[in-house]
């Protein structure tokens, strides 16, 4: 989710700039949206990655069988599934 809101929020970003600076061209301003959103879609899959492969870093430290992490796995896979992605 919070990669989502970033997405839309350099989305939004970028537009407004677009809007007000780059309104007398038309097809430069088109281009230069797509060749944009295209990099951030693509960065924004890098960072997906990125912070599944730091998660299973830090799960592969963590002595899960300890007290203090009863029921963690489940809540882990929840995170990883639902708020991450």
Not at 1 to 25: D, E, G, N, W
Not at 54 to 63: E, G, R, S
Request: charged letters at 20%; proline letters at 1%.
């Amino acid at each position: 989710m919070f990669l989502v809101f970033c997405y839309f929020k350099c989305y939004f970003i970028v537009a407004a700039a677009f809007i007000v600076q780059m309104s007398r061209f038309p097809h430069l301003r088109d281009e230069t949206e797509r060749i944009v959103n295209t990099r951030v879609r693509e960065d924004e899959q890098k960072t997906k990655e990125q912070l599944l492969l730091m998660i299973d870093i830090q799960l592969a430290y963590m002595n899960t069988n300890h007290e203090d992490f009863i029921g963690f796995a489940e809540y882990a896979l929840y995170t990883i599934h639902y708020v991450i992605l």
